[in-house]
C-alpha cells in the first residue's frame, strides 16, 4: 500500500513522458520555423543589394548586409504625406467607430424599444457582406456626395460599422443595471451617463479586445478593399507624383521589390498609429482596472453595489457643491 | 430597464444606423436594383435603362461575358474550398500544440502563427512573390535540396490558384489558431479526466470529447473563414491580375474588372447579386447542417 502511495518521483515521470515531449517539442519547431520563414526572408532581402535580390540560386543571407533599401523608400515615396494620409485615415475611423459603435451598442444592450431585435439582425447581418456587393454604387455614391478625390471620400464610409457595434453591445451587457439606474436617479442625461460612466467601464475590456479585432477586420481590411475606389479618389492623395498617387503602384514600380519594406509592420503608418492607440487605451485601462474590478465582483452584491451609488451620489454632490 | 425608451434609442443609433444606411443598405439595395439595369458606372444612375434579368441571363450565358464569369465563380467557389478544408484541421492541430502543458512552447508558437495574420496583406503579396519564384525564389531551390519535384507555382495556370491559397493559409491560419485555443480551454478538464479514467487512449478522447465539444467553435471558424476565403481579393490583385489564363481571376477581382474598369455596372452589378445570393446560400447551409447535427445527437 505504502509504496502505491509514494508520489512517482519527478525524474522517472519526465523519463516516462520525454519522448512524447520531444515530439511535441519538435512539431512546435517545425510549425514556428515554417511560419517565420516568410518574415525572416522578407527582412533578409530588404538588407540585400539588388544584385543579391535578383540572383539565381538564391541568396539567402546578405554577404554585407545594408540599409539602402531602406533609404531608397525615402526617395521613392513622398513618405510624409503618405504617413500623415494613413494617420489621419487611421485615427479618424477609428476614432469615430468607436464612438458611433459605443452609442449604438449601449443602445441594444440597455434600451427596450420597438424592432430592437429585428434592427440589430440586420445591421449584423451586414458583418457578413463582402465589401465587393456595395463597391459599385458606393463609387457612385461617394461621388454624389462630393467627396471625390479626398481623404474625406475615403474615411466616410468607414465612420461605422457592424462589427464594433456587437463588439460594445456584448462589453456594455456586461455593465450592472444598478449602475446606470443610480445615475440616472442622480439627474445624468443619457449622453453623459453613456461617456462618464459606461465607457469608463468597458475600456478595459476593449483595449484587449479592441486593436486587435477592430484594426484587422474594420480598418484595415476595408482600407484595402477601398483600394479599388482609391484609384479613383485617393489619385491626388496618395504620395510621390511619380507613382501616379497610386499605393497600388508600389509593388509594380522598377524598384518594386526594393520598395516592399515600407509595408513592413515597423513601417506601415497605419500598424504604428494603432499601437500608439493601444497604448493610449492601455494607459487608461490601467486607471480604471481597479473599478472594473469592483464592478464585476460586485455584480451580485446588491449592498455593495447600491453603497458604491451612494458614494457616487455623493461624489457628485460634492463636485456640485465645488462648482460656483 | 422596463420602460421603453424609443426617442433616446432613436438619437443613440442615429449615428451608426445612419452611416450604415448610407454606405452599406443604401449602395446594397442600388446593386439589387442596378443588376436589372443596363448601365454604365461612368454615368449618373439616371441614365440606368432597366432590361429586367438580362444582365443574369449574359453572366450565366455561352458569350465571352458568361465563360468569364463562370471561371471566376468556379475558381472563387475552389479557393474557398480549398482554404476552408486547409485552414480548419490546421487550426485545430496547432490549437492543440499551443493548448498542450506537457512541452513548452505554447504560447511562443501562437505569437509567431498570430504574428504572421498581422502583416499588411501589400506585404505578404510581395513577399510570397519572391518567394515562389521559379529560379530565384527559395521554396524551389528547397524543394531540390529535399529531393522533391519543383513548381512552376504562380505562373503556371495549373498552380497559380493553389499557389493563392497557400499563401491565404499561411496569413490566415494563425488567426483560427487562437479561435481553436479558445474552444479547446472551454472544455471542461473534468470531462476528459473522465474518460482517461474511463480508459480512453489520447485518439479516442479527441475523436469523442473533444472534437465534438468543438463544433460550435468550428462553426464559427467555418463561416469567417468562407466569408474571408469569398472577399479574396488583395494578392489576386497585387501579383496575379487575375492570370496566368485567368487562373486566378476569382469573384471580387472580376467584378471590380468588369463594373469599375470596363464600366459595365449593369453586368457588375448582377455578379454582385450572384455572389451575394451563393453566399447566403452556402452560410445558410452550413447552419442548417450545424443544427441537423445538433438535433442528431
Sequence with gaps: MIEVLTPRPALERWRRRAPLNALILTLIIFVAVVAAFPLAWMVLTSLKTPQETMSVPPVWVPASPSLDAYRKVADVLSLGRSFLNSGIIALVTTTAIDVTSLMAGYAFAKYDFRFRDPLFAILIATMFLPPIVTLIPLYRIVGYLGLNASLAGVVAPNLANAFGIFLMRQFIRGVPNELIEAARLDGASELRLLFQIVAPAVFPALAAHFPTNMQREAMLKFAEALDCVSTALRRDECGDPRLNGRRGHIYASPEGYQIYVVAHPDFNPIERAISKLKSALRRLAERTVAGLFAILQDDHDRDRVQARAARVRARRSSLGADRP | ?297
Design chain 2, 1 to 297: 430597464m422596463a420602460h421603453r425608451m424609443n426617442l433616446p434609442a432613436f438619437g443613440m443609433l442615429a449615428p451608426a444606423t445612419g452611416l450604415i444606411a448610407v454606405f452599406v443598405f443604401i449602395p446594397m439595395a442600388l446593386t439589387i436594383w442596378l443588376s436589372l439595369q443596363a448601365w454604365s458606372t461612368q454615368t449618373g444612375f439616371e441614365t440606368a435603362r432597366f432590361v429586367g434579368l438580362q444582365n443574369f441571363i449574359d453572366i450565366f450565358g455561352p458569350t465571352t461575358v458568361g465563360r468569364d464569369f463562370k471561371t471566376a465563380l468556379i475558381n472563387t467557389a475552389v479557393y474557398t474550398a480549398l482554404s476552408v478544408a486547409i485552414i480548419l484541421p490546421l487550426s485545430i492541430a496547432f490549437g492543440l500544440l499551443v493548448h498542450q502543458k506537457l512541452a513548452p512552447g505554447g504560447v511562443f508558437l501562437r505569437t509567431v502563427l498570430f504574428s504572421t495574420y498581422m502583416v499588411p496583406m501589400i506585404a505578404v503579396a510581395l513577399v510570397f512573390s519572391k518567394l515562389y519564384s521559379p529560379t530565384e525564389g527559395p521554396l524551389n531551390q528547397i524543394l531540390q535540396w529535399l529531393g522533391l519535384p519543383t513548381s512552376a507555382w504562380l505562373s503556371s495556370p495549373q498552380t497559380a490558384l493553389a499557389s493563392i491559397v497557400l499563401l491565404n493559409v499561411w496569413q490566415q491560419v494563425g488567426y483560427f489558431t487562437v479561435l481553436a485555443v479558445a474552444g479547446l480551454t472551454q472544455i471542461p478538464a473534468a470531462v476528459l479526466e473522465a474518460a482517461t479514467v474511463d480508459g480512453a487512449n489520447p485518439v479516442q478522447r479527441f475523436a469523442y470529447i473533444t472534437l465534438p465539444l468543438l463544433g460550435n467553435t468550428l462553426l464559427f471558424s467555418a463561416v469567417i473563414a468562407i466569408i474571408n476565403a469569398v472577399q479574396v481579393f488583395e494578392p489576386v490583385a497585387l501579383i496575379t491580375q487575375g492570370g496566368p489564363v485567368d487562373s486566378t481571376n476569382v469573384l471580387t477581382y472580376h467584378i471590380r474588372r468588369v463594373g469599375i474598369e470596363r464600366a459595365q455596372g449593369g453586368l457588375g452589378s448582377a455578379m454582385a447579386v450572384t455572389l451575394m445570393l451563393a453566399l447566403v446560400v452556402s452560410i445558410a447551409a452550413l447552419f442548417a447542417f450545424a443544427q441537423a447535427r445538433e438535433a442528431g445527437e
